[in-house]
């Protein structure tokens, strides 16, 4: 026990600073506060984007699905799926513009393709900042004798080499579309001139944070670049700011679908998304489909933008400046950064403080998420406060 014991120490102690595995306390959430040890805070720890989940159609749309349907259709899809299932993978479908498959997560989703698509002799290229997900669907191919390397974040020249120096009939290269963390955003130009320089490249692409936010029916980064590219195949989330639950493989052909749908272990024998977020599923996906999106896409961006203005008029280090809702300030040290973190709470901010396995040890930092339940008003104050942070002189959140 001592080893388990020695690991869990960490954890302990950043839970005990009220820093790690939190429950909210509210008895009614809005999105834009949080209240921990009876404290209410800003939040900059979700990942709803456009905040949808307190969005009336979604609600009701879950609602009249509990109703007509219950909370649970208890079978495996091998024999049988709720009634909702098929509308909702039409409409995915045509978000996407693919043959697309609801999963039960995002990292079920990799577990059920992965292993089914990739074959005997194939080598498999994984960017090594790329989602844990990733990592773990890469580990089930190595048990399963495929070869796995791991290649450099972000790194077209690195994976060019592996390219030039591998005979094997087919290279598959697993990435994030939008790095989870840092927030920073894969060099799609660079990797469509190595798919056009190899027939034998295959993109398998995690595009968890960009769905819903990205692209002009919210399909995301990859699927807006490459949106019928016959080696490119995509994984969305739809528990982030499509609100809902579970994910969406966007295949390449029906072929594909089919045999994932029929034969992908995490599809066979995985528990279904039950009948209220199908509900929500198909009331998330007719707003993406709608004329609004655009406009909440544009609410966002206007958001992070300014925060990128802001945080660089006063000089805060942020680790990447793309235009995206997850902002990372690089620390360095956990202390350092749990102090930070500890003082931001004290003043009335909620965001995460980010260690190791999440980044390595040079990466310690605070993670922030930007949504549109935030004001303009409320992104200064962040930016004030975090400015400061180091002097222990933080302005309380506003009310």
Request: hydrophobic share 50%.
């Amino acid at each position: 026990m001592t080893d388990l014991t020695n690991r869990l120490a960490p954890l302990r102690v950043g839970r005990g600073m009220g820093l790690l595995q939190q429950v909210a306390e509210d008895e009614v959430l809005t999105g834009r506060e949080i209240t921990l040890a009876g404290r209410q805070m800003l939040s900059f720890a979700s990942c709803s984007y456009l905040g949808l989940e307190m969005e009336p159609a979604l609600k009701d749309a879950a609602i009249a699905a509990t109703l007509a349907y219950g909370t649970q259709f208890s079978a495996s899809r091998a024999f049988i799926s709720a009634p909702p299932y098929a509308e909702a993978e039409a409409l995915l479908t045509q978000i996407t513009g693919r043959p697309a498959l609801l999963v039960p997560s995002t990292s079920l989703g990799h577990q059920a393709a992965l292993p089914l698509l990739v074959g005997a002799g194939d080598l498999v290229l994984i960017d090594v900042q790329a989602h844990a997900s990733l990592h773990v669907a890469a580990n089930l191919l190595k048990a399963q004798g495929i070869q796995v390397q791991t290649v450099g974040h972000s790194a077209p020249d690195h994976v060019a080499r592996k390219l030039r120096s591998s005979d094997a009939p087919r290279v598959w290269l697993l990435i994030d579309g939008i790095y989870s963390m840092i927030g920073d955003i894969a060099p799609f130009a660079a990797y469509d001139r190595l798919l056009a320089e190899d027939p034998r490249l295959n993109l398998y692409v995690d595009d968890a944070h960009a769905a819903g936010w990205c692209g002009d029916r919210g399909q995301g980064l990859a699927l807006q670049h490459w949106p019928d590219h016959p080696r490119v195949l995509v994984a969305l989330s739809l528990n982030k700011s499509f609100a809902c639950a579970g994910g969406c493989l966007a295949l390449a052909n029906e072929d594909q679908a089919e045999a994932v749908r029929a034969f992908g272990p995490a599809m066979t024998f995985s528990g279904p998304v039950q009948p209220p977020m199908l509900g929500a599923i198909l009331g998330a996906a007719r707003l993406h489909l709608g004329a609004g999106l655009a406009a909440r896409q544009a609410d966002l961006r206007a958001r992070i933008a300014h925060f990128n203005a802001g945080a660089h008029a006063r000089g805060l280090p942020l680790a990447c400046a793309d235009g995206t809702p997850m902002r990372y300030m690089r620390i360095g040290d956990i202390a350092r950064t749990a102090a930070i973190a500890t003082a931001l709470q004290d003043a009335g901010y909620f965001m995460a403080a980010v260690a190791p396995p999440a980044v390595s040890a040079r990466d310690v930092g605070v993670r922030m998420t930007l949504t549109n339940h935030h004001s303009i008003a409320d992104i200064d104050a962040l930016l004030d406060a975090l400015s400061i942070a180091l002097e222990g002189s933080i302005p309380a959140a506003a009310e």
